[in-house]
């Protein structure tokens, strides 16, 4: 995927984005790509994009998480004897 810089926005301009942006609950940037997609005619049509998440930490299936969650349970139980 391609970057871009914008320079010179009119304050006011600026302003709306993130006002926008905010009431929406997304990224200045979420915001301007929709926008542009938008007027560019591709509203509706998904952009492809690349999980970075899955490939920095790594991903795992359902059944991983569910083993994963089963053998941390011991951890979330509180031994009151271990704070005395």
Do not use: P
Not at 3 to 26: F, M, P, V, W
């Amino acid at each position: 995927m391609s970057s871009i810089t914008l320079h010179n926005l009119e304050d006011s301009l600026y302003t709306l984005l993130k006002q926008k942006a905010r009431k929406e609950g997304k990224s200045l940037n979420r915001t301007i790509q929709e926008l542009l997609r938008e007027s560019m005619g591709l509203k509706g049509k998904t952009a492809k994009k690349k999980d970075i998440y899955a490939e920095l930490c790594g991903a795992i299936s359902g059944k991983e998480l569910k083993k994963m969650e089963e053998a941390e349970k011991e951890f979330e139980v509180i031994d009151e004897k271990d704070w005395k």
